[in-house]
Structure formats: C-alpha cells, structure tokens
C-alpha cells in the first residue's frame, strides 16, 4: 500500500466539502462568463449590464439547488443497476428544479431591473417555461453526472472489492462460494484481504462495506447475497444494515427498547436490534430474554 497516497486521501476527505463547493462555484461562474459573452454579442442593442444579470441570477439559483440534487440522487442512486427506477424520480425532480430555478432567477433579475427604474419582462409563462426547462433538464443530468463520476473516482481511491473469481484452467485456490479472502482494489494497486481480517459489514445501498483496519472497502454487492458468502462461525447479522465479525466484538450493551449497542475493539459501535439480539445471546451461550 503507497501510504503517501493513503495519506494524501484522508487529507482529501477533511477538505471535501470546501473543494466541493469550490469546483461548483469555479464551474457556474465560468458559465456565466461565457454564457454573458455570448448573451452580449447576440444581443448588442441591449445595455451592457443585462446580459450578465440574466446570466448570473441564472448560475446563483443553480448554485443554490445542487443540495437538492444531491439529496434526490442519494435517495434515487443513478447507477447502471437501479437507474430505471430512479429516472422517473428524477425527471420528476427536474420539473421541481426548473420550477425553482426559474421563478427563482425572474425574481432576482426584476429585483435587479428595479434598482435602476427598469421594468423586466420574462413574458407569457408558459412557453417561456417550456424553453427554460429544455435548458434546466440538461442542467440537472449534468449536475447528476458529475456527482455520479464523483463517487466512482471517490471509491476507487478509498479502494473497492471484489470476490475472487474462479480460474479459467484448473481448480479454485480457495471455495468460491465461501471465499476466505477479497480482492481489494485502491490508488491503481491490488492486494488481498482476509475474510477473517473483516471486522463488521454494513450495506449502503447496492454496496456492501467492508470494514478492515479502519478502513471502508465497498463490494458490489446486497446485503442478503453476501450473507451466504460469510462464515456462519465467525460472523453473525445483528441488524438489517450491520454483519459482525465476533472475534472483534468487545461489548454488548444493552438498551432500554431491546436493541442493543455493540461495541467493537476499533472503537465502533454497531446498531443490534431486537430481532437479532436473541441469536447473539445464544451464540454466547445465553438464554433469550422472554419478552
């Protein structure tokens, strides 16, 4: 593992947000520039001024709705596997994104107008509208892409996994269906990892988390499939979202719904809900409580 390049990620991770909103205001503002040169060239009969007004209230209400974006395309991941299920959710959210967008940068350009005695005039709504959102559903699938390329470029440089496949010639090295290792992809190197290395799992989304050594390596995978890849000896379910690895459990503490919160040698604490508290107790050779 290139520790410089690890080293230089975390430092990426604690300036993330501030380099987001950097790149999304140097992309809107360049934008506007070159949208406000083009405005002026083809419509030199106006003041020089209103170009860069329609442009600019234009790129600042679309500054403000990339959080929306991003809300929508966290609930409605846009990924190979699930985006024929998302793409209604989101032209939906794109109707809701011109909306605002629109009526949004009217507002502000009346406002402008007003500031020097002018009147301005966005004309019959309706067309009006139907141009704009040919325009603002362009602008939201930009947007989308370029938080989905985000994500990838972001897990491969926290690194991805894999389960190893079997050989073209020959037996397997190890069983497929029960892998004792992962195949670890990160910074453009690839090692392994031991399936007994694996402290907890979580899913998110269409992935699966594997947690090693304070580290996160997403697998491509359900949480319902990998359950029959893992040791039933070694790792156990405690909640619809969270496998752990037992040799790595601490502590279990009990809570007053039921649940319980497990504490991990790292330092982690890990939801245990009630449906799975009773298969921890007895793996512990205890008794289930009765409710």
């Not at 106006?46 to 170009?51: G, I, Q, S, V």
Request: glycine share 6%; with cysteine.
């Amino acid at each position: 593992m290139n520790e410089q390049a690890d080293g230089g990620y975390r430092d990426f991770q604690r300036w993330r947000p501030s380099v987001e909103v950097a790149f999304w205001v140097a992309l809107y503002t360049l934008n506007a520039v070159f949208n406000g040169l083009v405005a002026r060239i083809d419509n030199a009969r106006t003041a020089a001024w209103e170009p860069w007004v329609w442009e600019s209230s234009s790129a600042l209400l679309i500054l403000l709705l990339i959080p929306f974006v991003k809300a929508v395309e966290r609930r409605w991941p846009f990924r190979f596997d699930t985006w024929r299920r998302s793409l209604p959710w989101h032209l939906l959210a794109s109707v809701a994104f011109s909306l605002v967008h629109v009526a949004g940068m009217v507002g502000l350009r009346k406002l402008a107008y007003g500031m020097v005695d002018q009147h301005y005039r966005f004309g019959a709504w309706w067309p009006n509208f139907g141009y704009e959102y040919l325009k603002d559903i362009r602008s939201y699938f930009v947007i989308v892409a370029m938080i989905c390329l985000s994500r990838l470029w972001l897990l491969r440089q926290r690194g991805e996994a894999k389960l190893l496949a079997a050989p073209d010639d020959g037996p397997p090295v190890e069983p497929v269906e029960r892998p004792e290792r992962f195949l670890v992809r990160k910074l453009g190197k690839e090692f392994l990892v031991a399936a007994r290395e694996i402290e907890w799992l979580q899913a998110a989304g269409n992935y699966v988390n594997l947690r090693v050594r304070g580290r996160d390596y997403p697998l491509r995978s359900t949480m319902a499939a990998i359950e029959t890849r893992l040791d039933p000896a070694r790792f156990l379910r405690v909640h619809r979202g969270y496998f752990v690895n037992l040799d790595y459990l601490a502590e279990i503490e009990p809570l007053d719904t039921g649940d319980a919160r497990l504490h991990l040698r790292d330092g982690a604490k890990i939801p245990c809900s009630r449906r799975y508290r009773a298969a921890l107790r007895e793996r512990y050779g205890q008794p289930a409580a009765v409710e």
